[in-house]
């Protein structure tokens, strides 16, 4: 595995636990809020908004909760001044980091951002330093239920979608953002489920890592995740399935 699979897989491994909710929730209502706020309140309209309602309600998130992000972001109700904004670094053994955040207050957060580059064997650069090296994708997970690789791969061609990759358990569609709502609509329509949706940094090349390089990168990127204004984080980074194993 490699990539964003990878990366994917990592994340799980290091799910935060209970009470880390409230981060979380705070993280999934200032997506919804700035879904709402550039593509307007109707998820049926808007792919972003509805992706990020899915995700929301996956982790928990009460549906008050997210109506009320909502609202903020359609000026239903009064918010505080957020922007997207994205980091770009080098974290250690040359692995390139981007991070995508949400900030009402950029000196805050890039504070924090560049503390943990520096404490972990990294460096903050410039924007567009390592932005090169990542497409941005649509990511579909589904749960296998039976389907063969064939199958799959039809239902997604027709419908648009760039490539599939089989994991144990598992399919992941890649395509390309425009046609993330109709490669899900095909898939529903064909009765899979999927288990994970999203707009991700997927890597064009990675760069190998051993055990202890593989658990120094993580300290960096648990460290930069330690930030409230942090989103998500992407890096080109492969590890073998025994080291995922040890990381476990």
């Not at 949400?102 to 805050?108: A, G, L, P, Y």
């Not at 410039?126 to 994708?137: A, L, M, P, R």
């Not at 569609?173 to 095909?186: I, K, P």
């Not at 890096?235 to 399935?241: C, G, L, Q, R």
Request: aromatic share 4%.
């Amino acid at each position: 595995m490699s990539g964003h699979s990878k990366w994917a897989t990592i994340k799980r491994h290091k799910a935060k636990i209970d009470d880390a909710k409230g981060k979380v929730f705070s993280r999934h209502a200032r997506e919804i809020m700035l879904a709402a706020k550039t593509g307007g309140g109707d998820p049926s309209t808007n792919t972003r908004l509805r992706l990020c309602m899915d995700k929301a309600r996956g982790d928990g998130m009460p549906g008050e909760n997210i109506e009320r992000a909502i609202r903020k972001g359609t000026g239903d109700l009064a918010a505080d001044a957020t922007e997207e904004v994205v980091y770009e670094g080098y974290g250690p053994h040359g692995v390139a980091i981007m991070i995508d955040a949400v900030t009402d207050n950029r000196n805050r957060t890039v504070g924090e951002i560049r503390s943990a580059f520096n404490k972990y064997g990294g460096s903050l650069g410039e924007s567009g330093c390592v932005g090169y090296q990542f497409q941005t994708k649509g990511l579909i997970t589904l749960d296998m239920a039976g389907r063969s690789e064939d199958e799959v791969l039809e239902i997604i061609l027709d419908a648009g979608a760039d490539d599939l990759i089989t994991h144990d358990t598992s399919y992941e569609v890649t395509c390309g953002v425009e046609e993330l709502n109709t490669v899900t609509t095909a898939l529903t329509a064909a009765g899979m489920t999927a288990t994970d949706i999203e707009v991700a940094r997927v890597p064009q090349h990675t760069i190998k890592l051993d055990e202890a390089q593989a658990r120094q990168l993580l300290r960096l990127i648990d460290a930069i995740e330690e930030s409230d204004d942090v989103q998500k984080v992407a890096a080109n980074f492969d590890i073998d399935e025994e080291v995922m194993a040890a990381l476990g």
